[in-house]
């Protein structure tokens, strides 16, 4: 069975600062995807970065970075010089062979809040 | 070109009715899963139709249905409503064989 936990409930931090986001995954699937995906305030889903189970090169995205590690089945999320516009709920998703169409399997999310 | 798009955005209900969202998915996709996102929480995948067949489903009651048109559009049906209903039901889109899934702006259902 498939699950994904996000451990931290809430963050706050000041502009400027890093921040990490921590994902921890479990599957029984070689193949699997990840993703991680921004809910502001208006509740609309944003899609970041999907990663898939072959492909462990860390990716940088501007001040987004993705540290994706199958020794300890982790996909952590690190913002760079945080912003005020940073502030949503992130997700972590998981999907994997154990179903045809793909459905995500979401973490609880995490609450990340950048104050000026 | 737009994104995906639901309708309505709002929608209240009393306990023992029924609700139809709706859901028109990005261009180029045929792919749309509805997921429930109750407050607080992530969303739970409901189902996903492909060709206008329910390709696969989540862990909820038979009275959640949904349907899927030849335009790729899709509704999602909730019969006997139940206080427990309410939440922000996102749809999204995806095309053949792609997981990266487009989200719309959900509809937040309130149930009485």
């Known amino acids: 069975a498939q699950k994904v936990t996000q451990a931290q409930t809430e963050i706050s931090v000041v502009e400027k600062e890093d921040v990490t986001l921590d994902c921890v995954y479990e599957?029984?699937?070689?193949?699997?995807?990840l993703f991680w995906y921004k809910q502001p305030p208006s509740g609309e889903l944003v899609f970041l970065i999907r990663?898939?189970?072959?492909?462990?090169q860390n990716e940088i995205s501007g001040r987004y970075s993705w540290n994706f590690q199958k020794s300890t089945s982790s996909f952590n999320f690190t913002i760079t010089a945080s912003q005020v516009v940073d502030s949503a709920v992130y997700f972590c998703?998981?999907?994997?062979?154990?179903?045809?169409?793909?459905?995500?399997?979401f973490g609880k999310g995490t609450s990340l809040l950048v104050t000026p | 070109d737009a994104g995906v798009t639901q309708s309505p955005t709002h929608l209240i209900k009393t306990r023992g009715q029924q609700v139809t969202l709706r859901c028109s998915p990005k261009?180029?996709?045929?792919?749309v899963s509805w997921y429930q996102q109750a407050l607080g929480q992530g969303p739970q995948f409901i189902f996903q139709?492909?060709?206008?067949?329910?390709?696969q489903r989540g862990n909820f009651p038979d009275r959640f249905s949904g349907h899927q048109f030849p335009n790729y559009s899709s509704e999602l049906n909730v019969n006997a409503l139940l206080l427990g209903d309410s939440a922000l039901y996102l749809c999204?889109?995806?095309?053949?064989?792609?997981?990266?899934?487009?989200f719309g702006p959900g509809t937040r259902l309130t149930v009485l």
């Open positions: 999204a889109s995806s095309p053949t064989g792609y997981n990266e899934q487009f």
């Open positions: 990663r898939n189970s072959f492909d462990e």
């Open positions: 599957t029984r699937d070689t193949t699997y995807y």
């Open positions: 261009s180029g996709h045929d792919t």
């Open positions: 998703a998981l999907s994997d062979n154990s179903n045809s169409g793909y459905a995500l399997n």
């Open positions: 139709y492909y060709e206008e067949e329910e390709r």
